[in-house]
């Protein structure tokens, strides 16, 4: 058992009755918390889980691309020391190869989504291709969780109709990202941490890759940052909750910004 594994979502479950109690908003409620995490649904008595409302919390989504890999784990631990979601889109052969971190991040209530079977540029292949990459990667993912995933993001963030389409059709929502500090070509952590806080904005989606050995470094600062600015991270769903949540086939860039006070 890892030492953050179950409190994870109850801290975010009290850091949203505070922000509740302070703003005068209170917690939402919603039945559908499993779904939408992957994750624990309750916390306490039997009570739904509190969900973060986005329009008015000051919201971000890390998100981290192309595992598992030998560095899950440290993003992991990570996650579970700052008692923090995230969420990864794995890739499936991946997926079959790391179960354990799979399962980990479930069980941590961290969202899980597609990003394909070998990582190719989608936009440049028949429809048949495209759909052969997401539903397989799909169906190995769910042959680990036991839920086909309801997020995919494309690789490279390239996309046109005929993913759109794909993915539509497979129960998918396609999430992009508006913030990238291009981790795959800076491999230096300070310099990683750097170029994700100049850029973040509440409602931000941050695109991490859990591939390279310079990323899970600058992860621990990355958090203690933002939630130093009074950020709240969230996962793509709980971004979306409070605002009809996620639609199969619909792309997602960045998450609701508060309404003003």
Known sequence: MHSGTGWRRATVVAAVATLGAC??????????????SHGPARSGAGAPAPVVDCQVSRCVALTFDDGPTQYTAAVLDTLERQHTVATFFLIGPHALQYRKDVLRQQRDGDAIGDHTVTHPHLTRFTPARIDYELKTAAEQIAS???????????????????????????GLSVVTWNVSPQDWKYHNPALIEQRVLARVRPGAIVVLHDRYATTPPAVPHIIHALKARGYVLVTVPEMFATTGGLQPGMVYHHGPWPRPR
């Not at 036991?146 to 497979?170: D, Q």
């Open 144 to 170: 680990v969780t036991g839920h086909r995933p309801t997020l995919f993001r494309p690789p490279f963030g390239a996309w046109n109709a005929k993913v759109r389409a794909a993915a539509g059709a497979e």
């Open 23 to 36: 703003t005068g908003v209170p917690g939402l409620t919603s039945p559908n918390a499993a779904a939408l």
